[in-house]
C-alpha cells in the first residue's frame, strides 16, 4: 500500500496538473470506485460536474481536493493497496483498470482513477476542523503526521511511551502518528538503532524523539527520490516510478548485508507482513513485545 512519500507525490502531481480546473464531467466505469459514496455513481458524477477543483490536500495516507464553491466539502481519495490518480491527455487509450474518469472544460489533459484491485475509492465528504485546519470527516481520526504542520512530536512522544505494545505496532498506528507502513517503519527503526519488538514502555524520550526524527527524515529521502515503487502499481501521475527502493537499507533485504555494519539482515514475521532488521545494530531486547 502506498505511504506518505507515495501520498505526497501523487498529491503533487495532482495540485500541479489539475488543482484550478472545473470539471465538465465525470464517467465511473466501475461502482465499487465510489462505494463508500453513499448516494451512489450518479449522485457522484452530478455533484462534480461544473465544480472548480480548489486545492490539494493530504493528511497520512489520505489525499484530497477541495472545492472553491464548497468550503464544507472535499472529495476524497483513498488509493489502497494499487490505486493511481493519473493525468493522461485527452483521447489517450483507456487503461485496463480504468474506473474514473474526470473531464475539464475547456478541454486538455484527463483525471483518471485506474485500481486493479479495487480496495481504493473515492467519495464526497464533509470537512471539519482538526487542528489548525480542515479534514474529511472520514479522516478525522487520523492523526497528523510527521510532515504535517500540526504535528507535535512532544506529544507523540508521551503517548508512545505510555503504551503497552511494541515500537513498531505503535509506528503503525494511525491514530498515534499517520503516514507511516511497513516499509518505513523498518527503514526508520533501523535509523534509530531500534529492535521492532521494543517495548514502548521501555524507550527514554530521546529513544522516541529520535525515532520521529528518523521517521521524517527517511520520508523526507523518500520523497526526494519520488516514493518507492517495487512494481507497476505505484506511480506518480505521469506514470513515473519512485526510485527510493534503491536506498532500501534493510526492507527486502533479508540476506544482505547491513550497509554499517555488514552483518546480514534479518526477516521475521510480524503481523502476518515481514519485519527486516539488522541484528547487530538492532539487537533484540531480552523483554521483547511480539
Not at 25 to 35: D, N, Q
Not at 42 to 48: A, C, N, T
Request: with cysteine; hydrophobic share 40%.
Amino acid at each position: 500500500m502506498p505511504e506518505l512519500p507515495e501520498v505526497e507525490v501523487v498529491r503533487r502531481g495532482v495540485a500541479e496538473h489539475v488543482v484550478g480546473r472545473t470539471v465538465s464531467s465525470v464517467e465511473v466505469l466501475h461502482p465499487r470506485a465510489v462505494r463508500k459514496h453513499v448516494p451512489g455513481p450518479e449522485d457522484f458524477s452530478g455533484r462534480l460536474t461544473e465544480r472548480r477543483l480548489a486545492a490539494a490536500r493530504r493528511r497520512g495516507k489520505y489525499l484530497w481536493l477541495e472545492l472553491d464553491d464548497a468550503p464544507d466539502e472535499a472529495l476524497l481519495t483513498h488509493l489502497g493497496m494499487s490505486g493511481q490518480l493519473l493525468v493522461r491527455p485527452e483521447g489517450a487509450p483507456d487503461e485496463t483498470h480504468l474506473r474514473v474518469r474526470f473531464r475539464f472544460a475547456g478541454g486538455g489533459a484527463e483525471l483518471r482513477f485506474v485500481d486493479q484491485r479495487t480496495f481504493g475509492g473515492l467519495s464526497l465528504a464533509d470537512l471539519v476542523d482538526s487542528g489548525t485546519r480542515t479534514v474529511p470527516k472520514p479522516v478525522a481520526h487520523i492523526a497528523p503526521d510527521p510532515l504535517d504542520p500540526d504535528f507535535d512530536g512532544e506529544v507523540v512522544v508521551e503517548a508512545m511511551r505510555r503504551r503497552r505494545t511494541g515500537v513498531k505496532r505503535a509506528l503503525l498506528d494511525q491514530s498515534l502518528i499517520s503516514g507511516i507502513g511497513n516499509i518505513y517503519a523498518d527503514e526508520a527503526l533501523w535509523r534509530a538503532k531500534l529492535h521492532w519488538a521494543r517495548p514502548t514502555a521501555t524507550l527514554t524520550r530521546s529513544d522516541a524523539r529520535g525515532l520521529l526524527d528518523a521517521a521524517a527524515e527517511v520520508m523526507h529521502d523518500a520523497l526526494d527520490e519520488g516514493g518507492t515503487s517495487f512494481d507497476a502499481l505505484y506511480v506518480d501521475v505521469n506514470g513515473a516510478s519512485g526510485y527510493f527502493a534503491r536506498s532500501l537499507a534493510v526492507y527486502g533485504q533479508a540476506g544482505r548485508a547491513c550497509s554499517v555494519c555488514g552483518a546480514f539482515v534479518r526477516r521475521d514475521v510480524f503481523m502476518k507482513r515481514s519485519s527486516y532488521t539488522c541484528p547487530v545494530c538492532q539487537p533484540q531486547p531480552r523483554n521483547a513485545h511480539w
